[in-house]
């Protein structure tokens, strides 16, 4: 089945701590995407990657860092300096082609601060 | 500035209502208008509008797309408590595949 796949399902961070949310993809899309959710509002954009080796800034990237090695993987590291990291977020894809929406989502991952 | 406008942001009916969502917007260079369903957890894909006037239907939800007074409608005919979830409008603009969300819709449908 192609599809996306985030993990974990539910992460508990630490002050002070850096965490890493995997999200991949084989669905052979070129275009991978970060979203945050918090409760009542709808997703906003922290990073999005076009192609391998490239990513750019969304409107919400402070205190968070990515990285596109390979073209089916887009972890999300939410770091220390994340004052404000509890929320869902949601990893997405699409081929990357003008016209090429729409965009399929993962499961997402909960995190919550301990 | 919120590009992106839905409403109503909640909405409780009872199996076999009729319902009318709304989304408006307010960007440059328009591209196209997504409608998504979320439940639980992955937003689900429901329509893409890029013309106005063109109803697009997909069983009992239909959606059509205003682009001179820039709003899009959903609607969901006969609805059934499945139909209960948050409905998402999204927008793209120029060569972006970037989607602009807003806050959504909160559909609560009742046995």
């Known amino acids: 089945d192609g599809g996306i796949t985030q993990s974990p399902k539910y992460l508990f961070r630490k002050e002070g701590q850096n965490v890493t949310l995997s999200c991949e993809q084989n669905l052979n899309h070129d275009a991978m995407y970060w979203y945050r959710q918090d409760p009542g509002q709808g997703l906003r954009l922290i990073y999005y990657s076009q192609i391998v080796n490239d990513f750019q800034k969304g409107d919400i990237a402070e205190g968070y860092s990515v990285s596109r090695e390979k073209k089916e993987s887009f972890p999300l590291t939410v770091t220390s300096a994340q004052k404000n990291p509890t929320a869902f977020y949601l990893c997405?894809?699409?081929?990357?082609?003008?016209?090429?929406?729409?965009?399929?989502f993962g499961d997402g991952t909960r995190l919550s601060i301990l | 500035e919120d590009k992106v406008v839905q409403s109503p942001l909640s909405l409780v009916v009872h199996e076999g209502d009729t319902v009318t969502l709304n989304c408006s917007y307010e960007v440059t260079n328009f591209r196209s208008l997504l409608w998504y369903k979320q439940e639980k957890k992955a937003p689900t894909f429901l329509f893409m509008l890029?013309?106005?006037?063109i109803e697009k239907k997909s069983g009992r939800l239909s959606s059509i797309l205003d682009k001179k007074e820039l709003f899009s409608i959903l609607n969901i005919t006969a609805t059934q408590t499945g139909d209960s979830a948050v409905y998402l409008c999204a927008l793209t603009q120029g060569g972006s595949e970037k989607l602009v969300f807003g806050k959504g819709t909160k559909l609560t449908v009742n046995p």
């Open positions: 890029t013309s106005s006037g």
């Open positions: 997405a894809s699409s081929s990357g082609r003008v016209g090429g929406l729409p965009q399929h």
